[in-house]
């Protein structure tokens, strides 16, 4: 039996690798590639969902930053709560977070309450 020493890919192992390959880029590259018509904004309307949840990401951050100044304000003077979001300066939040950055409508707060919500449509989860 004759022991038999392999250095090199034959070229049957390196034509099946690249058809391989070339058969993943071609699942994977069309989703990246996608042109499609265009908006107002100029993105593509595939890209105008991840641009709108990261607005949404930034409304419902900013709510609950809203939200724990209120916590901590109520917590520092039981007796004094903030009547609107603008007693919450002292508290880090500032005039652009009380804005919802899709909608640019001020957030409603109520004051006996203490709960801020967005009117934005679809933001009411938030």
Do not use: W
Request: with cysteine; proline share 6%; glycine share 8%.
């Amino acid at each position: 039996m004759s022991t038999r020493v392999r250095r090199a890919f034959s070229l049957v192992e390196i034509l099946v690798t690249v058809a391989i390959l070339t058969i993943i880029a071609a699942i994977i590259l069309p989703r990246y590639l996608r042109g499609g018509p265009k908006t107002s904004t100029g993105r593509s309307l595939q890209d105008e969902a991840p641009v709108q949840r990261a607005h949404g990401v930034e409304c419902a951050n900013a709510l609950n930053q809203i939200r724990q100044a209120y916590t901590m304000a109520t917590s520092a003077d039981e007796e004094h709560r903030p009547q609107s979001l603008a007693d919450l300066k002292s508290y880090g939040i500032s005039d652009k977070m009380t804005i919802c950055p899709v909608g640019k409508v001020p957030y409603v707060f109520n004051s006996a309450t203490g709960q801020v919500q967005c009117p934005y449509p679809g933001h009411g989860k938030f």
